[in-house]
């Protein structure tokens, strides 16, 4: 029976995207996985999406809750992380529509001492408002509709569509942290443990996914390539306030020059405050 993988899906008051992406979700040709909704601090919509989609659903969906007291993706993260049962992770955020074989793909990915970053193609704002109002399942478009939205500047790229066997050069960029995102990022659950998972001191947008990836490769963990094989479909949205990055842009300058492996506030100050369901 194949390990069990969990699917850590961060998602705040975007009711319509999340909903297409655990849709996509419950289509995946692989079986063998979880879904952990970590909302950070969304209204009662965003759980009656969760509970409508886990009924119907013949995977496990949870959702785990925080409060909202602003932007604070790694606490939520952290606390999805902990409520999760799988041996691996693969960290998708909740306006990122996978394919149908985005779960299958990343398992043959998998290699213990590696975590792999996939890449992701925007999408504009009309394609985006017209893909959730009409409910499309854009993960079975074909190569040939992508390629007319490209050309319509629909879309930002096509590579990330592509599928290629690139073997041996997926490990070509094994100390590489930057443009690593964990809108789509695997990781080994053990080397979560072994890194205390994301920092929670970074409050608003911004950094703490390269916080992590810093302290990652710091403790042998290296990058394996996901390019031309995990690629999602990006959701239009709003840019974040970025007013705090100037101070999450400290922290990580401070890490960059330590030694340390480990969160300043991880995984183990949760202990067991998962507010799963709230």
């Known amino acids: 029976m194949p390990e069990l993988i969990s699917v ?3 998602t705040y008051q975007r009711e319509d995207a999340l909903d297409a992406v655990l849709r996509a979700l419950a289509h995946q040709t692989d079986r063998a996985f ?3 909704v970590a909302d950070d601090g969304s ?3 965003t759980r009656a999406v969760v509970e409508h989609r886990a009924a119907q659903a013949d995977i496990p969906i949870r959702h785990v809750w925080q409060e909202d007291r602003g932007f604070r993706a790694a606490e939520i993260r952290n606390r999805a992380i902990r409520a999760s049962s799988g041996t691996y992770c693969i960290i998708l955020d909740g306006d990122c529509i996978p394919r ?3 779960i299958a793909v990343h398992r043959r990915l998998a290699e213990p001492g590696w975590f792999v970053a996939g890449n992701r193609v ?3 704002r009309e394609l985006t408002e017209r893909i959730l109002a009409q409910a499309c399942e854009a993960e079975y478009h074909s190569l040939s509709q992508w390629i007319a939205l490209r050309r ?3 879309i930002n790229r096509l590579a990330p569509l592509l599928s290629l066997p690139l073997g041996p050069l997926r490990r070509l960029r094994p100390r590489a942290w930057r443009g690593a995102r964990t809108c789509n990022l695997a990781i080994w659950r053990r080397d979560l443990d072994q890194v205390d998972g994301f920092d929670a001191t970074y ?3 911004g950094l703490e996914d390269s916080d992590l990836l810093i302290r990652l490769l710091r403790a042998g963990i290296r990058r394996k390539d996901g390019n031309f094989a995990v690629g999602v ?3 239009w949205h709003p840019e974040s306030d970025r007013s705090l990055l100037p101070d999450n842009q400290r922290r990580l300058d401070a890490i960059a020059t330590a030694d340390r492996v480990r969160s300043i506030v991880g995984l183990s100050a949760l202990v067991d405050d998962t507010r799963v369901g709230q």
Do not use: K, Y
């Open 122 to 124: 925007l999408m504009s």
């Open 8 to 10: 850590i899906l961060t």
């Open 203 to 205: 409050n608003g947008w």
């Open 233 to 235: 479909l990006h959701l």
């Open 100 to 102: 149908p074989d985005f």
């Open 43 to 45: 209204g009662p919509p």
């Open 34 to 36: 979880e879904v952990i």
């Open 152 to 154: 319509r500047r629909q």
